[in-house]
Nanobody
Framework: QVHLVESGGGLVQAGGSLMLSCAAS????????MGWHRQAPGRQRELVAS??????PNYADSVKGRFTIARDSANTMYLQMNVLKPEDTAVYYC???????????????WGQGTQVTVSS
């Protein structure tokens, strides 16, 4: 059984910083793209940032220059969030395309989400 577990959310004042982590565990053959999404109350889930297996990042326009996505060789992904704004308040979810067990097929997995609240 594969699990993605996010951590690092919390309450921060506007202008502050937080770092989110997403750890993938279980029987994993390989991981392709990974990404962070967020969903604010009453809004659709949106892509915040993604990173390829080769480490190439992609960012939503709203977070460019403020957020940095990274991943390591231990199946963990990070999101460094700086200069946070109240509009960044949302539940942040990680997802990953990965091969479970001995499978060569990629399946998309999601974490349970972590709350980020930015006060003004």
């Amino acid at each position: 059984q594969v699990h993605l577990v996010e951590s690092g959310g919390g309450l921060v004042q506007a202008g502050g910083s937080l770092m989110l982590s997403c750890a993938a565990s279980g029987s994993i053959r390989g991981i392709r793209a990974m990404g962070w999404h967020r969903q604010a109350p009453g809004r659709q889930r949106e892509l915040v940032a993604s990173i390829s297996s080769g480490g190439n990042p992609n960012y939503a326009d709203s977070v460019k220059g403020r957020f940095t996505i990274a991943r390591d060789s231990a199946n963990t992904m990070y999101l460094q969030m700086n200069v946070l704004k109240p509009e960044d308040t949302a539940v942040y979810y990680c997802n990953a395309d990965l091969q479970e067990g001995d499978s060569y097929y990629y399946t998309n997995y999601w974490g349970q989400g972590t709350q980020v609240t930015v006060s003004s």
